[in-house]
């Protein structure tokens, strides 16, 4: 495991998380971190839950916060045309 009072201050935070197969992270581009043990990480995306072992992990990142909204007004930008 690495730097737990790093991973203990990302707790209720949004983080990304890279594995050494991208397949086993799946499509969950952001998460937020709810749970860290000495088997893994448990992250919340949504309403689902999900589990990374530690022998997976290979980064932890902090994520930046999206403010409520500032999303769909994202999606807004990336679609419009110049």
Not at 20 to 34: A, E, N, Q, T
Not at 69 to 80: P, Q
Request: contains cysteine; aromatic residues 6%; hydrophobic residues 45%.
């Amino acid at each position: 495991m690495t730097d737990s009072s790093f991973l203990s201050n990302l707790i209720g935070k949004r983080v990304r998380v890279v594995c050494k197969d991208p397949v086993d992270c799946g499509d969950i581009p952001v998460l937020i971190l709810r749970e860290i043990s000495p088997l893994g990480i448990v992250g919340e995306a949504g309403t689902e839950q999900h589990f990374f072992p530690w022998t997976e992990v290979v980064e932890i990142t902090a994520s930046p916060e999206i403010r409520v909204g500032d999303e769909l007004a994202l999606a807004v930008f990336a679609d419009s045309e110049p």
